[in-house]
């Protein structure tokens, strides 16, 4: 057990695992985020057309980065229970066949995208001359799907076993081989024949291949995965069936901010404000993913601290576990609302000269950032049901709060009070979804739900 285990999460002072498994976390949070701001910098230099045209490829890659999101918090839920119960062979047998299954639904999405190429990015308003630079890049990024997937899953395996440190050095290395490397092919420096955007596809799919060899290595090495499961498919079903079921809802529920985003963005350009309030959300939006990585890394360093000791029905822990990360995220959405509405002014200013702009972003970080610390409650909640192996509840709270609640507010928001209603919708349903969500979810742990465990051994 001690070779599988870096650090066993059922035992020790619970801020400690807290602090240590979300601090590198955040670097690693950064450096993922970096591989398409870095392409696009570059692609920038290239000239419009092209800068265009890789913009258009952002949201279909992050669509099946999504996918494979879903499958490593699958995958850290699952093996983390596992590792709680102590069934190291079944927790060997899950990762192993967790790559399996990785390669498998990569290479579906990889044939599917390739004939979807023309279709999907002509739908979504791409001219002849850009599709072709699209098909560029998309061509080879779509052929080697796996190498780009697999660090993700196999990251989120080495943190369920308590190592968070490895999984953010691996990527944190990965971002500056993409950073070094795409000039390189994009730009044919050093001889190396001018490739533009298939270049930062190239980039980044070496970059990924190394990641995948220091995660597979590291595996391996800590008796995470056994290579005699991926040949041995008895029980393989038993592992997809572990999988999917958290992986499945937990994708989907992670393409639901962009369909909420598109509608926000729909609505703003019909109000009086038109393009300068879709900018001004998109600045908003950007600062905010800034300021949530470190509740991001939060959530994510979390899962496996619960995963652990849920497994080993330490419910107590469970629940300080959570306690001490609601208790952070609330000290810090507070904290980053004060400020941030204090300096809305200097802030929109850094982020634009247009004074309508300006103006409608200001008027967003008055009234949305007070809603942060109820709004992010229902995140943290979200994360800790994807751990305990319940991704259904977290997938419902998630399309009640963005689809079935927040669609209808901003709409019922546009029609009273233009851009000022968007924004005031939007703080209402967090400071509505946050409150009951908590309340609801917090007297149900340890007591609705512990009937339900059951052994992951067990079939």
């Known amino acids: 057990m001690s070779s599988v285990v870096k650090y066993d999460l059922t035992e020790g002072p619970i801020p400690r695992h807290l602090v240590r498994m979300t601090i590198p976390m955040i670097w690693g949070i950064m450096a993922l985020v970096s591989f398409q701001l870095v392409d696009a910098y570059y692609i920038s230099r290239l000239g419009t057309l092209q800068l265009a045209s890789i913009s258009y490829t952002f949201p279909i890659t992050y669509g099946i980065f999504s996918i494979f ?30 790559l399996l299954i990785v390669l498998i639904v990569s290479i579906v999405i990889g044939l599917v995208g390739l004939v979807l190429i023309d279709p999907v990015f002509k739908a979504i308003g791409a001219k002849p001359e850009e599709l072709e630079l699209i098909r560029s890049f998309m061509i080879p990024y779509l052929c080697a799907t796996f190498f780009v997937s697999m660090p993700v899953v196999g990251n989120a395996t080495l943190r369920a ?7 953010a050095m691996i990527m944190t290395v990965a971002a500056v081989i993409n950073a070094l490397v795409n000039p390189v092919l994009i730009f044919g420096l050093f001889g190396v024949p001018r490739m533009e955007l298939m270049g930062a596809a190239i980039g980044t799919i070496f970059a990924n291949i190394i990641a995948m060899i220091a995660c597979l290595r590291l595996m391996y090495k800590r008796g995470v995965i056994d290579f005699r499961y991926i040949w041995n ?20 529920t992670g ?53 652990q000791n849920w497994g ?3 419910i107590d822990r469970v629940r300080e576990t959570v306690k001490y990360a609601i208790s952070f995220s609330v000290i810090w959405s507070v904290t980053t609302a004060l400020l941030i509405s204090f300096f809305a002014h200097p802030i929109a200013r850094t982020f634009s000269n247009d004074p309508d702009v300006r103006e409608n972003l200001v008027l967003y970080l008055v009234i949305v950032p007070m809603s942060y ?9 979200g994360s800790t049901f994807n751990a305990i192996g319940k991704p259904q509840i977290s997938a419902i709270m998630i399309f009640i709060k963005m689809i079935l609640l927040s669609i209808p507010a901003v709409v019922i928001g546009h029609s009273i009070g233009g851009v000022t209603g968007i924004f005031i919708a939007i703080s209402a349903v967090n400071f ?27 079939k």
Not at 76 to 91: A, K, L, N, P, W
Not at 437 to 458: N, Q, S, T
């Open 69 to 98: 999101i879903g499958f490593g918090v699958a995958a850290s839920s699952v093996i983390s229970r596992m590792i709680g119960e102590r069934r190291t062979e079944d927790m060997k047998r899950v990762a192993s066949h967790s």
């Open 373 to 381: 610390f109820l709004g992010n409650i229902s995140h943290g909640w």
């Open 161 to 167: 076993s308590g190592d968070a440190f490895a999984p």
């Open 233 to 252: 498919l008895s029980d393989f079903s038993d592992s997809t069936k572990r999988i999917v079921m958290i992986a499945l809802p937990v994708g989907i």
């Open 432 to 458: 509505i979804t946050g409150a009951v969500y908590h309340i609801w979810a917090w007297k149900g742990l340890g007591r609705r739900w512990i009937p339900a465990v059951v052994p992951l051994g067990d």
């Open 255 to 307: 393409l639901l901010p962009a369909i909420l985003g598109s509608v926000i963005n729909h609505l703003l350009a019909q109000t009086g404000g038109g393009a300068s309030a879709v900018a001004a959300y998109g600045a908003a939006g950007r600062m905010e993913a800034f300021l949530l990585i470190i509740l991001m890394a939060l959530s994510i360093g979390m899962g496996p601290i619960i995963g």
């Open 312 to 314: 080993a029905q330490k």
